[in-house]
Nanobody, 112 residues
């Protein structure tokens, strides 16, 4: 079993930055890819960014050039640096780990 715990969400003005962190614990040897998804009110959960254990990353088009995903395998951590935030980035952000582990989510609110 794997537990994922997010931190770092909050309220920020448009154009600002936030850094999300996700700590993995438990049977972490089973985790390969990790990433971040988000879900805005009334919308489906969508992929934000994922990163393989070796560091290869993939981003949603909507966040390319603004968000950066990274991980520290030795610390079992994954991060999401979010810059130039927009009101449409407002959502609950979930940490994800393969095959299907999820954190409880952290709220990110961007005011205009």
């Amino acid at each position: 079993q794997v537990q994922l715990v997010e931190s770092g969400g909050g309220l920020v003005q448009a154009g600002g930055s936030l850094r999300l962190s996700c700590a993995a614990s438990g049977s972490i040897f089973s985790i390969g890819g990790m990433g971040w998804y988000r879900q805005a009110p009334g919308k489906q959960r969508e992929l934000v960014a994922v990163i393989a254990r070796g560091g290869t990353s993939t981003y949603a088009d909507s966040v390319k050039g603004r968000f950066t995903i990274s991980r520290e395998n030795a610390k079992n951590m994954v991060y999401l640096q979010m810059n130039s935030l927009k009101p449409e980035d407002t959502a609950v952000y979930f940490c994800w780990g393969t095959p299907n582990y999820w954190g409880q989510g952290t709220q990110v609110t961007v005011s205009s």
